[in-house]
């Protein structure tokens, strides 16, 4: 009876095991391999690339020559990518069926992206011709002027000049001025009040 007991005791012995010589292999790992991820994350793939060349050169791991070009998938450099893949590719010789099928699919998603990128590029004017540019585009999307109140501004001072303009020149005193006199040639007349 106490033979069911010393079995459950001696896996949790070799699970413990198992998980301290875990967390001890996690220690062990190069501090620039945390670097290199956390660069090629952050939009610094420049960064990453060097470190895990230099991990590359001192190892020969082919691992960090796969983690280069996942650098470069993720950070939008397709032909690069291609370039780090290919040489993966000749150089893990124990790599599994599933790792390579990964790596054979990340080869044919880029060459698929090379592609299309030449598509567009051909696809495209030459740089001499006339195209139009974003400040054109945007005077197109203006809203017409007779939205802007500045227009309405404009026409409300010239409505009320013109109908100042036009009072001041029809209204006539039926009444003579008093000061009305009859200038003649050489003489100077004043009126008299």
């Given at each position: 009876?106490?033979?069911?007991?010393?079995?459950?005791?001696?896996?949790?012995?070799?699970?413990?095991?198992?998980?301290m010589?875990?967390?001890?292999?996690?220690?062990?790992?190069?501090?620039?391999e945390?670097?290199?991820?956390?660069?090629?994350?952050?939009?610094?793939?420049?960064?990453?690339i060097?470190?895990?060349a230099?991990m590359?050169?001192?190892?020969?791991?082919?691992?960090?020559?796969?983690?280069?070009?996942?650098?470069?998938?993720?950070?939008?450099?397709?032909?690069?990518?291609?370039t780090?893949?290919?040489?993966?590719?000749?150089?893990?010789?124990?790599?599994?069926?599933?790792d390579k099928?990964?790596?054979?699919?990340?080869?044919?998603?880029?060459?698929?992206?090379?592609?299309?990128?030449?598509?567009?590029?051909?696809?495209r004017?030459?740089?001499?011709?006339?195209?139009?540019?974003?400040a054109?585009?945007?005077?197109?999307e203006?809203?017409?002027?007779?939205?802007?109140w500045?227009?309405?501004?404009?026409?409300?001072?010239?409505?009320?000049?013109?109908?100042?303009?036009?009072?001041?020149?029809?209204?006539?005193?039926?009444?003579?001025s008093?000061y009305?006199?009859?200038?003649?040639?050489?003489?100077?007349?004043?009126?008299?009040?």
């Amino acid at each position: 009876m106490k033979r069911p007991g010393w079995c459950a005791t001696g896996l949790l012995a070799l699970a413990a095991l198992a998980t301290m010589s875990g967390v001890a292999g996690a220690q062990e790992r190069d501090p620039r391999e945390l670097e290199a991820k956390k660069a090629c994350l952050g939009g610094r793939p420049d960064r990453g690339i060097e470190l895990l060349a230099e991990m590359y050169a001192e190892t020969n791991d082919p691992t960090y020559i796969y983690n280069q070009g996942r650098c470069y998938q993720q950070n939008g450099k397709p032909r690069e990518a291609l370039t780090r893949f290919r040489e993966y590719m000749r150089k893990a010789r124990d790599m599994s069926a599933d790792d390579k099928a990964l790596v054979q699919g990340y080869i044919s998603e880029l060459e698929q992206q090379e592609k299309a990128a030449a598509v567009d590029l051909s696809a495209r004017p030459p740089a001499d011709s006339q195209v139009p540019t974003v400040a054109a585009k945007r005077d197109e999307e203006a809203p017409p002027i007779y939205t802007r109140w500045w227009f309405w501004t404009g026409v409300g001072v010239v409505i009320v000049g013109a109908v100042a303009t036009t009072l001041a020149l029809t209204s006539g005193s039926s009444s003579p001025s008093p000061y009305q006199g009859d200038l003649n040639p050489g003489t100077i007349s004043v009126p008299s009040r």
